[in-house]
């Protein structure tokens, strides 16, 4: 597959996942509820056994889809330059940030913005400014 249209199917895809989970189960597909959604089992009467299994079976797919293309297509290689303890804290702010935020950006930058949600708005600027401003600052130290 050519390099423009992988990026390009792969879009196609999210967005039709997207709109089948919110038409079907009437979810938005963001990552960081879902995944709370299981979290949340940890405590009685939360959620229902349904609610468990699309949850799982989503992330299931998020899982074997690179595996499915792999079957078909080279995979890109992945170079992270990082250590642990950096991919640690940087997965910790995320996941404060998306508490703070109220989802992630699946749910706002995706979901939210084909619903035109302003908050949604709000929050993807939000995303993409501290990102813009990480990157600056981060090659600006190296």
């Given at each position: 597959?050519?390099?423009?249209?992988?990026?390009?199917?792969?879009?196609?895809?999210?967005?039709?996942?997207?709109?089948?989970?919110?038409?079907?189960?009437?979810?938005i597909?963001?990552?960081?509820?879902i995944?709370?959604?299981?979290?949340?089992?940890?405590?009685?009467?939360?959620?229902?056994e349904?609610?468990?299994?699309?949850r799982?079976?989503?992330?299931?797919?998020?899982?074997?889809?690179?595996?499915?293309?792999?079957?078909?297509?080279?995979?890109?290689?992945?170079?992270?330059?990082?250590?642990t303890?950096t991919?640690?804290?940087?997965?910790?702010l995320?996941g404060v940030?998306?508490?703070?935020?109220?989802?992630?950006?699946?749910?706002?930058?995706?979901?939210?913005?084909?619903?035109?949600?302003?908050?949604?708005?709000?929050?993807?600027?939000?995303?993409?400014?501290a990102?813009?401003?990480?990157?600056?600052v981060v090659?600006?130290?190296?």
């Amino acid at each position: 597959m050519s390099a423009y249209y992988a990026p390009l199917a792969g879009g196609i895809l999210i967005g039709l996942a997207t709109a089948i989970l919110l038409l079907v189960n009437g979810r938005i597909a963001g990552i960081s509820g879902i995944v709370g959604g299981l979290l949340s089992r940890a405590f009685p009467g939360q959620s229902s056994e349904g609610d468990v299994a699309w949850r799982f079976a989503f992330l299931g797919g998020l899982v074997a889809a690179p595996l499915v293309y792999g079957a078909f297509a080279a995979l890109p290689s992945v170079q992270v330059n990082a250590g642990t303890f950096t991919l640690a804290a940087a997965g910790l702010l995320v996941g404060v940030g998306t508490r703070y935020g109220s989802g992630c950006t699946s749910g706002h930058g995706v979901c939210g913005l084909s619903r035109l949600s302003p908050r949604s708005l709000v929050a993807t600027l939000c995303f993409m400014a501290a990102g813009f401003a990480t990157v600056a600052v981060v090659r600006s130290l190296a």
